[in-house]
């Protein structure tokens, strides 16, 4: 038979009250009492009723994540560090992926899926500033990305300006002056591309140096099959570069890889640094150079403020939060020295 409150209770000497108090938390219980309370459940092995506790405090202990595409790296990067985050707090994850689809992304916040959670973690890829509106919903929800800024709610979110033009001014100080970009996507404003070749471009201006359109590499996905399509694109052009920003890891290390194929060496012809700090990027050869744009704080952070809002303060003015970032050297573009 199943181990119920009674029996924590009579072999603790406490009362059922008690039991419950210690369960949830309570913090004026004797320590006394609640370590025997503590004992007798793990010696019970009694599991709290979680759906009764969960009707009663009208809550469901559960968090729903959204992002785009777990085929990407960096996303299923950030699930783990999110669901690890969460599951330190007691909360379990419902994890949705929305393909980049703007259609998606405004359905699944609509969603009825969303009622056997308390809150939602979101990170937007289709949708954009013109759907800012979207985000005033009647949940607990903390943004992701940059794709919407300024809206109403909480938003998580990466330096990137200063990141990429800190990873350009990594190379330029190395020596290097022809840095081609991989992953730029033609014609956006905002977006993750479109901030990181901000932050390359404030580079170059900075150390007099001219933007040249010839070395830009557009793409559509930022997978490696990108990348190194991308990296093709621009050595059958004949354009001549010293150094390569991937504008993230994955396209960087498919860049890498069509260098290779083309006989340059790296990083002696050529320098790479990507950007996310991606754990894959450690053990590629040459190892990636690559800024650590803040992933564990940023699932740690938006995990956090998320449950802060469930647990009430939902009426505190939305903030948002930046992520300190670090360049990680490794042998794809060493720092002069």
């Known amino acids: 038979m ?4 009674h029996d924590v209770a009579r072999v603790a000497g406490v009362s059922i009250k008690t039991v419950s ?4 938390d309570y913090p004026h219980i004797r320590p006394a009492t609640k370590q025997r309370v503590e004992e007798a459940i793990a010696e019970l092995g009694y599991t709290p009723n979680l759906t009764a506790r969960n009707l009663r405090s009208g809550r469901t202990g559960a968090i729903a994540l959204a992002l785009p595409d777990l085929g990407l790296a960096y996303f299923a990067e950030l699930a783990a560090s999110v669901i690890a985050e969460a599951e330190a707090s007691g909360v379990s994850v419902l994890v949705e992926q929305t393909g980049a689809d703007p259609e998606r992304e405004r359905q699944l916040l609509r969603s009825p899926r969303l009622k056997l959670t308390d809150g939602l973690i979101f990170s937007p890829l289709g949708m954009g500033q013109d759907d800012a509106a979207a985000l005033d919903v009647a949940y607990p929800m903390v943004l992701l990305g940059e794709r919407i800024f300024g809206g109403p709610t909480d938003h998580v979110t990466m330096r990137n300006v200063e990141a990429a033009r800190a990873a350009t001014d990594f190379l330029l100080s190395s020596g290097r002056r022809r840095i081609a970009v991989v992953g730029a996507h033609e014609g956006e404003v905002i977006g993750s591309a479109a901030l990181r070749l901000q932050g390359y471009r404030e580079a170059l ?4 140096i001219a933007y040249d359109e010839d070395l830009i590499g ?8 990108n990348g190194a399509l991308s990296m093709r694109e621009l050595l059958a052009r004949g354009v001549e570069f010293d150094a390569v920003f991937g504008l993230n890891d994955t396209l960087a290390l498919g860049a890498m890889r069509a260098l290779q194929e083309s006989g340059r060496h790296v990083p002696d012809d050529v320098a790479v640094v990507g950007f996310d700090g991606l754990d894959e990027a450690e053990y590629s050869i040459p190892s ?13 952070t938006a995990v956090q403020t998320l449950l802060e809002r469930i647990a009430g303060d939902a009426e505190a003015a939305p903030r948002t939060l930046l992520a300190d970032f670090r360049i990680l050297e490794r042998e794809s573009a060493p720092a002069a020295r």
């Open 2 to 5: 199943a181990v119920t409150l």
């Open 21 to 24: 108090n210690v369960i949830n």
């Open 205 to 208: 201006d900075a150390a007099g």
């Open 218 to 225: 557009y793409t559509t996905f930022w997978h490696r099959a």
């Open 288 to 300: 990636l150079t690559t800024v650590d744009p803040g992933r564990e704080w940023i699932a740690k």
